[in-house]
């Protein structure tokens, strides 16, 4: 939701998630996959306007992460939730 808020992004959910590149989830073919109950309060959540991130735009899991442009962007680590960092 922070993508679509931001101008920097495209102006749809859809837009923003199947934007090239955007999502490795996309690109292997996990957003198929189903989704769980967390999943789903998660997304219900973002819908809500809740936002654990702090208004982040970006994220990345150190541990699977196999681009490393992440790493060196100039952006400001904000907070961590289970594996994943989220930036500014």
Same mark, same amino acid.
């Given at each position: ?6 101008? +920097?992004? /495209?102006? =749809?959910?859809?837009?923003?998630? $199947?934007? /090239?590149?955007?999502? =490795? ?17 998660? @997304?219900?959540? @973002?819908? +809500?306007?809740?936002? /654990? =991130?702090?208004?982040? +735009?970006? $994220? $990345? ?18 907070? =961590? ?8």
């Amino acid at each position: 939701m922070n993508r679509v808020k931001s101008p +920097l992004f /495209p102006n =749809t959910i859809k837009e923003v998630i $199947y934007q /090239p590149n955007a999502f =490795t989830c996309v690109q292997d073919g996990q957003i198929h996959l189903e989704p769980d109950e967390e999943s789903y309060r998660a @997304a219900f959540d @973002a819908l +809500l306007g809740i936002d /654990p =991130t702090g208004g982040c +735009l970006f $994220y $990345y899991n150190p541990e699977t992460a196999t681009s490393r442009w992440m790493r060196h962007r100039r952006s400001t680590h904000v907070v =961590t939730i289970g594996n994943h960092i989220f930036m500014k």
